[in-house]
């Protein structure tokens, strides 16, 4: 057995400067920097509310949470760039659609029930996601998790307060809750990716310890940690086949539409363009400052050098 191989057995942390395959790196890569990137994508759909937010309160919450997002795709960047790769060439492979970003953030915020709702749904997703990578098999992503979990357990906590609240107000904003619940519900589902018999990475990952439950346990945690929060919201789902099994103590649900995760995945989801739009556009906005940062950078150190 290698030592990598027996750090795994024994459940050790596998750090940046050990020994390890290269499939093991390539597979953290890819799944560090699509978690990166989700989370700066991420900040468009909610980030489009912050001049809209119908509160002071709630504007300065939102922004936070905002502000919370690019500081996990830092943490990310940087636990992926451990691995030996620049943080130059995971934006390149982000804006030239060589690598992904979560599914979730291709659809629309209409409303702004549509942002208490991604706390709710789309952040209590993430957080069962997420919980278990904290014990992942490598350190600087487990240890990088940690602080992002407990994060996301605010943002989840802020989006249900501000639905119930939604939940509780005029009528109008009721039905405007129970919309966005509606629109949101399904393409939650698909955040844990596809059925466990198509997911092609997770008897690997899981064998490596980057994985520790398929998407479909994850999958169906989600449902029955959430189906008991929407009735204290007051808010339906929209799921005619939920129904307590009593003899597996879970929720049965109806079945996901996989295709269309396929469709948005593969780019053709109603945002995919205008996210990468927006995220290139901004790239190029930022050009000169990157330029002049490295321009007083050199100046900095020929300054060191005479
Ligand atoms: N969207 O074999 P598997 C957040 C891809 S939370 C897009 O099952 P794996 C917080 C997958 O990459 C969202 N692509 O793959 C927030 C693979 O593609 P490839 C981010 C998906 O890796 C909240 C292919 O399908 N969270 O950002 C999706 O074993 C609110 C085959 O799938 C993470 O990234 C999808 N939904 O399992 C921010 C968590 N599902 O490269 C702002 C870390 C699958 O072979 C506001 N990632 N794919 O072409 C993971 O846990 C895993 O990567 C999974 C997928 C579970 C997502």
């Not at 940046?16 to 990166?36: K, S």
Request: proline residues 6%; neutral net charge; contains cysteine.
């Amino acid at each position: 057995m290698t030592s990598f191989e027996s750090a795994i057995a024994e459940g050790a942390r596998i750090e940046p400067r050990d020994a390890m395959p290269e499939d093991y790196r390539a597979t953290l890569i890819r799944q560090i920097a699509q978690h990166a990137h989700s989370e700066i994508i991420g900040m468009q759909p909610e980030g489009a509310w912050i001049t809209r937010a119908p509160s002071l309160r709630r504007k300065a919450i939102l922004l936070a949470k905002v502000q919370d997002e690019a500081g996990h795709g830092l943490y990310l960047y940087a636990a992926a760039e451990t691995l030996g790769v620049a943080r130059s060439e995971l934006y390149d492979a982000l804006l030239t659609g060589r690598q992904k970003y979560s599914s979730i953030f291709n659809y629309p915020t209409l409303t702004w029930a549509d942002v208490g709702t991604i706390g709710w749904l789309v952040d209590g997703a993430a957080i069962v996601n997420q919980v278990p990578l904290c014990r992942c098999s490598y350190g600087p992503y487990a240890r990088g998790m940690v602080r992002i979990c407990k994060e996301e357990s605010f943002h989840q906590r802020q989006g249900f307060e501000s639905l119930l609240a939604l939940s509780n107000g005029t009528p109008g904003q009721h039905a405007m809750a129970q919309d966005a619940v509606n629109r949101w519900w399904w393409p939650s589902l698909m955040m844990f990716g596809p059925p466990d018999t198509d997911s092609p990475h997770s008897a690997r990952s899981t064998a490596w310890g980057i994985k520790r439950f398929s998407n479909d346990t994850l999958r169906q945690r989600f449902v029955d940690m959430v189906v008991p929060q929407a009735e204290v919201l007051g808010l339906s789902l929209p799921d005619p086949d939920l129904r307590f099994d009593e003899g597996r103590g879970s929720w049965d649900f109806g079945p996901v539409d996989f295709t269309e995760l396929r469709e948005v995945v593969a780019g053709n989801g109603p945002c995919n363009a205008e996210r990468l739009a927006h995220r290139r556009a901004a790239e190029d906005d930022g050009a000169w400052v990157r330029e002049a940062a490295r321009v007083h950078a050199a100046k900095q150190v020929r300054r060191g050098a005479a």
